[in-house]
């Protein structure tokens, strides 16, 4: 039998976790998460982890097995995976990945895009002029160096937002001009699934699983972490609205509405770089299994 990644994609709260597990169970085998902030083990209210009994459901890789102290790239990711995929292929043909992360998807599954080594003062510079004029000064210079990537990119994430701009600054080019090009084929064939619902289930799920973190400690979990505030891996949402509550800058009330806000922007996003790959097939988040199950049994 061929080496067969299944990856499952979709929005944040679409319920990505409990299909994972299920598939898993029936294949036997292995998950590894691809949700960039799920990583980090300061980090477990605020991102979903799984809980003890999801986690104990099936053997998991890649959660909480870094802190937010730490360098942790894209590129790293790619090769941590394609060196733990090489393991798990040895004791089973079929391994699950799933998660949210369109750039950490692609990554896994196609391979990253070469960029030139850069000044590495201009990001200093960058950095600077976030904090002293803020994002939209950033997202502003790119929308003019760049149109291309400003449209594609999450140009709220401040941290590929000065990625992009130190790539057109430091080469004069566009980040875009170093995109798609060929990449290293893959040892293994790729299955995508893809979970959906309509807007106003989706954004329901969401509101509600805000509560439940609320409920659950965010705001203490988030506590802790204020004094590190300003690290990559603390700019997400979930985190920078509690972070606005600390300062002063929102209510309480606030802060959670902004959350559950920002939180279904990201799920629109989301929805928007995965429909552009005709390759997924997407399943409603309430399907049969067994569908699924038909389906991959098929392609597999």
Aim: charged share 25%; with cysteine; net charge neutral.
């Amino acid at each position: 039998m061929k080496n067969t990644l299944i990856t499952i994609v979709g929005a944040t709260a679409i319920g990505k976790t409990a299909l994972s597990i299920k598939l898993a169970q029936h294949f036997g085998c292995d998950i590894i998460s691809c949700d960039s902030r799920q990583f980090y083990k300061e980090m477990t209210i605020g991102t979903a982890v799984p809980d003890s009994e999801e986690l104990a459901s099936a053997t998991h890789h890649f959660i909480q097995n870094r802190s937010i102290f730490e360098d942790y790239s894209v590129g790293q990711f790619e090769k941590d995976t394609l060196t733990k995929l090489d393991e798990l292929f040895l004791k089973n043909p079929i391994q699950i990945m799933v998660g949210g992360s369109g750039l950490y998807v692609d990554a896994a599954l196609k391979g990253l895009d070469y960029f030139p080594d850069v000044d590495p003062t201009i990001r200093v510079n960058l950095t600077k002029e976030l904090e002293k004029n803020g994002i939209e000064y950033l997202q502003n210079q790119l929308k003019e160096l760049d149109i291309e990537t400003y449209n594609s990119i999450a140009i709220d994430n401040p941290h590929r937002l000065i990625r992009a701009l130190e790539i057109c600054i430091g080469t004069d080019n566009t980040y875009s001009s170093f995109k798609n090009k060929p990449k290293t084929p893959r040892n293994f064939q790729s299955i995508k699934i893809g979970l959906t619902a309509n807007r106003e289930i989706m954004y329901n799920r969401i509101n509600q699983r805000v509560d439940i973190m609320m409920q659950n400690g965010l705001l203490e979990e988030a506590e802790k972490l204020y004094p590190h505030k300003k690290l990559n891996a603390l700019q997400t949402v979930g985190y920078r609205e509690l972070f606005e509550y600390f300062d002063g800058n929102f209510t309480k009330e606030l802060a959670i509405a902004e959350i559950k806000k920002n939180t279904r922007r990201f799920a629109k996003r989301q929805g928007t770089w995965f429909r552009k790959d005709k390759n997924i097939a997407w399943f409603d988040f309430q399907d049969d299994i067994q569908n699924i199950i038909q389906l991959l049994e098929a392609k597999i």
